[in-house]
């Protein structure tokens, strides 16, 4: 997250949502994986988001506030890594914001 941080302090917008979103990510599937939870290919995006919804939003609802953050955040990196659209710094922060409160929530969760 810290290099997310760093980027949107630097003015690298889409540079930043991209990173946040891949701090998000890892944080996903660091919490499954502590869960027991793992795929039976490889760890792709759509497996990640499913499996996190499904064990934590849907089903224990421990991270419920945080249901669809991993989707959204995920279209705005599509954006700024597959398209010439150039993310400006309000969606870059609001971006950035939400996955903050993901990841800080989520390492509380594997700290313990």
Known sequence: MNTARLCFEKAYYNSCVNRAYYAMFQAAVAVLFKAGIRPK???????????????????????????GFLNLVQEVRNIADYSDEYIDKKKAKRTLDKAVVFFEEISKEIRK
């Open 41 to 67: 290919s490889k760890i792709g995006h759509g497996w990640v988001q499913a499996e996190f919804s499904k064990a934590f939003v849907r089903g224990s609802k421990k991270f419920s506030r945080l249901k």
